[in-house]
């Protein structure tokens, strides 16, 4: 389990080190506001475009002045589209948290239907439950830092997805004693 999350962890760095130095940032982050702007109300999004240069400046200025330089422009783009997608990704937060109270509600039902109580659980299901649940701001980090065009839906779908099971499986196969 441990090597699951040194992997996201270096997938998270590899991507946005490659955001970086890869220069287009400033089309993806063009792009990530058509995308946007299908989803999100336009006083909401009025309020994002004024939002996102003032959080980039304060996260630029905190950086120490030697790495501001190195960085320059195609820093400042970069940390303006991840800024843009954190924010976007807030705003939706209300959609992670329906699937799952949807997966809460089905595995205490499924949980209370069965025939008895199980005495041995599952560590296996348990134990993959937590994972899928603590992978959920993992998927949502590794899509802030991603250096392509994602449309916003498939992140949403993809955690939805996890937070449903997830959240299931970790009521069903829960320990019944210790």
């Given at each position: 389990?441990?090597?699951?999350?040194?992997?996201?962890?270096?997938?998270?760095?590899?991507?946005?080190?490659?955001?970086?130095?890869?220069?287009?940032?400033?089309?993806?982050?063009q792009q990530s506001w058509l995308e946007v702007s299908s989803i999100i109300p336009e006083a909401k999004l009025d309020e994002l475009q004024q939002?996102?240069?003032?959080?980039?400046?304060?996260?630029?200025?905190?950086?120490?002045?030697?790495?501001?330089?190195?960085?320059?422009?195609?820093?400042?783009?970069?940390?303006?589209?991840?800024?843009?997608?954190?924010?976007?990704?807030?705003?939706?937060?209300?959609?992670?948290?329906?699937?799952?109270?949807?997966?809460?509600?089905?595995?205490?039902?499924a949980r209370a239907n069965q025939k008895s109580l199980i005495k041995i659980h599952s560590p296996m299901r348990f134990s993959l439950a937590l994972?899928?649940?603590?992978?959920?701001?993992?998927?949502?980090?590794?899509?802030?830092?991603?250096?392509?065009?994602?449309?916003?839906?498939?992140?949403?779908?993809?955690?939805?997805?996890?937070?449903?099971?997830?959240?299931?499986?970790?009521?069903?196969?829960?320990?019944?004693?210790?």
């Amino acid at each position: 389990m441990r090597l699951l999350w040194i992997g996201a962890f270096v997938l998270a760095v590899a991507s946005l080190a490659s955001l970086i130095s890869g220069g287009h940032s400033g089309a993806l982050a063009q792009q990530s506001w058509l995308e946007v702007s299908s989803i999100i109300p336009e006083a909401k999004l009025d309020e994002l475009q004024q939002a996102t240069p003032l959080y980039t400046a304060l996260i630029i200025n905190s950086v120490p002045q030697p790495f501001r330089d190195k960085l320059g422009h195609k820093g400042w783009s970069a940390v303006e589209l991840i800024t843009l997608r954190a924010l976007v990704l807030t705003h939706l937060a209300p959609t992670v948290l329906l699937p799952l109270l949807i997966g809460l509600l089905e595995g205490w039902w499924a949980r209370a239907n069965q025939k008895s109580l199980i005495k041995i659980h599952s560590p296996m299901r348990f134990s993959l439950a937590l994972t899928g649940l603590g992978l959920i701001p993992v998927l949502a980090l590794l899509w802030v830092t991603a250096p392509m065009a994602i449309p916003t839906i498939v992140p949403v779908l993809v955690v939805s997805v996890f937070a449903i099971f997830s959240t299931r499986n970790f009521i069903v196969h829960a320990p019944t004693q210790f």
